[in-house]
């Protein structure tokens, strides 16, 4: 049984950062993709970035690119997200997921096996 718990979400105002962490309790987390999803009140869940299994290789969503950055120890089987310059649309609850296989990045939430139980991330003056 995988298990993916995150953690880090919180209260920033604009311009600020937060660091999100997802625990991958799975002996072998570190053999796959991982991505991290947000979903806003009324919304699909989104893609927003991911990192192949030995972190060599990351892919982020447009609205994101420059200001969020994807990276994992896997050390310590887990997943960080480093987010910086936070604008009130980034308002959503984040969500963690194991992929398939070691490389591919999926965009959508078809291939993900496991998902943790999300993380909210309010952006507000």
């Known amino acids: 049984q995988v298990y993916l718990e995150e953690s880090g979400g919180g209260l920033a105002m604009p311009g600020e950062s937060l660091t999100l962490s997802c625990a991958d309790s799975?002996?072998?987390?570190?053999?796959?993709?991982m991505s991290w999803f947000r979903q806003a009140p009324g919304k699909d869940r989104t893609f927003v970035a991911g990192?192949?299994?030995?972190?060599?290789?990351?892919d982020y969503a447009d609205s994101v690119k420059g200001r969020f950055a994807i990276s994992r120890d896997n050390t310590r089987n887990t997943v960080y997200l480093q987010m910086n310059s936070l604008k009130p649309e980034d308002t959503a609850v984040y969500f963690c997921?194991?992929?398939?296989?070691?490389?591919?990045?999926?965009?959508?939430?078809?291939?993900?096996?496991?998902w943790g139980q999300g993380t909210q991330v309010t952006v507000s003056s």
């Open positions: 799975g002996r072998a987390g570190s053999a796959y993709a």
């Open positions: 990192i192949n299994y030995s972190g060599t290789s990351a």
């Open positions: 997921a194991r992929g398939r296989g070691r490389q591919y990045i999926d965009w959508t939430t078809d291939t993900y096996t496991a």
